[in-house]
């Protein structure tokens, strides 16, 4: 009940595509559900979060979807960039511990 | 200031040694973290300081030592560790306590065990 699950392990699109990684969650106490990038050699960075009372949030080129009956949230990468080259990881948390509890990851190659 | 400085960068260590791993942040965060992360993995939760009072110990072996002295800093005391302790060690805080926000992240320490 407290995993994560992301899809998919890996993706390629070419430059300019949307980018789409997907996520789904058991624990319906999860209350904060972010994505962090990650390139090689560096921590973990925060580029958009969600919480359940929200189904979508856009940001610059990045959306978070969230449909809270089917427990599933999703990130969406418009006009993909070779930069945005990274592994993406969600994640979820609950109430009063700040634990995060990560997908397994997907590493995003994007072509020029 | 919205960083989380983690010393060293690197450390490579002997399985008789000790060592600590530091970090630091100045943003006013209330909760601290280290994470594990292993290669091609997400990161994985050890400890979580709040109010510097240990809150969360994942069943980490106890040659793992954390110590919050104040509410900017983290150790991590590490003793003894085996070669499979080699990983990314991340560092991260949260601004109101262990509670369910925006969590920043050091660049980690990459730590390997000889």
């Known amino acids: 009940q407290q995993q994560v699950k992301q899809s998919p392990q890996s993706l390629i699109v070419q430059k300019g595509g949307i980018s789409i990684i997907n996520c789904a969650y058991e624990?319906?106490?999860?209350?904060?559900f972010p994505w962090y990038q990650q390139f090689p050699g560096k921590g973990p960075a925060l580029l958009i979060a969600?919480?359940?009372?929200?189904s979508e949030k856009k940001e610059g080129r990045f959306t978070i979807s969230f449909n809270k009956s089917a427990k599933q949230f999703s990130l969406h990468i418009m006009d993909s960039q070779p930069g945005d080259s990274a592994t993406y990881f969600c994640?979820?948390?609950?109430?009063?511990?700040?634990?995060?509890?990560f997908g397994q990851g997907t590493t995003l190659q994007v072509k020029p | 200031d919205t960083e989380v400085t983690q010393t060293p960068k690197h450390l490579v260590m002997g399985m008789t040694n000790k060592k600590s791993l530091k970090c630091e942040q100045h943003?006013?965060?209330?909760?601290m973290y280290w994470y594990k992360q292993k290669a091609k993995k997400p990161p994985e939760l050890m400890f979580v300081?709040?109010?510097?009072?240990?809150?969360i110990n994942e069943s980490v072996p106890s040659r793992f030592s954390p110590e919050c002295p104040n509410s900017s800093l983290l150790n991590l005391h590490l003793h003894a560790l085996q070669p499979e302790d080699s990983a990314l060690y991340l560092c991260?805080?949260?601004?109101?306590?262990?509670?369910?926000?925006?969590?920043?992240f050091g660049q980690g320490t990459r730590l390997t065990v000889v």
């Open positions: 991260a805080s949260t601004l109101q306590g262990a509670v369910s926000t925006e969590a920043f």
């Open positions: 624990n319906t106490a999860f209350d904060y």
């Open positions: 969600i919480r359940p009372d929200v």
């Open positions: 994640a979820a948390s609950m109430g009063n511990t700040g634990k995060l509890i």
């Open positions: 943003m006013g965060h209330r909760a």
């Open positions: 300081y709040s109010y510097e009072k240990l809150s």
